[in-house]
């Protein structure tokens, strides 16, 4: 329901019949909301589920800040929306484009902790994404610390390569035109 141009309220539910184990039902609300033109704030919850609150900073196209928190309920028996054990998550993740005029650079970093029954889990990433021809080139640097209750912490570093090539009109009267 719109409240405003700025205001959204929803609610609902859902409801999971299962043959061998109890079945589920997940009333859930919500609320987002523009506080600024730059701001929005968010916060939802569902019922044997989780509840969830967000806020994005986005000044421009050319940059955005967002962090949400999430706390899942870990009594409910096989759940469907949520990871058995999972008892919070933490995330912050930030978008740059360097340069406004051009298309061809961007810069991304997220750093969330995941806390489950008997482990927390750090993870940071960095990545870059840049144009070079036909094709974008995304490298990344990930960090990855596993912590268990009464155990040793690993950590683990990760770099990584994806590429992908994008359609050119050059490719014919079929391909051309639907890319």
């Known amino acids: 329901y719109g409240l405003s141009r700025r205001w959204t309220l929803q609610a609902g539910a859902d409801q999971y019949w299962r043959d061998s184990v109890p079945d589920l039902f997940h009333p859930y609300a919500g609320v987002t909301g523009s506080v600024t033109n730059a701001l929005t704030v968010q916060a939802e919850g569902v019922a044997h589920g989780y509840v969830r609150s967000a806020i994005s900073y986005e000044p421009s196209l050319d940059a955005r800040v967002t962090a949400q928190y999430s706390r899942f309920d870990t009594g409910t028996p096989s759940p469907l929306i949520t990871i058995p054990g999972q008892r919070s998550l933490a995330q912050l993740s930030a978008f740059y484009r360097p340069i406004r005029d051009k298309d061809f650079l961007y810069l991304e ?41 009464g155990g040793a912490t690993t950590t683990h570093g990760y770099w990584g390569l994806n590429a992908s090539v994008l359609p050119r009109r050059s490719w014919g009267r079929v391909l051309g035109p639907a890319f």
């Open 109 to 149: 970093a997220g750093a969330e902790r995941s806390t489950t029954v008997g482990l927390v889990t750090d993870r940071a990433r960095l990545a870059a994404s840049f144009q070079l021809g036909a094709a974008r080139i995304l490298p990344y640097a990930r960090l990855e610390r596993e912590t268990p209750v």
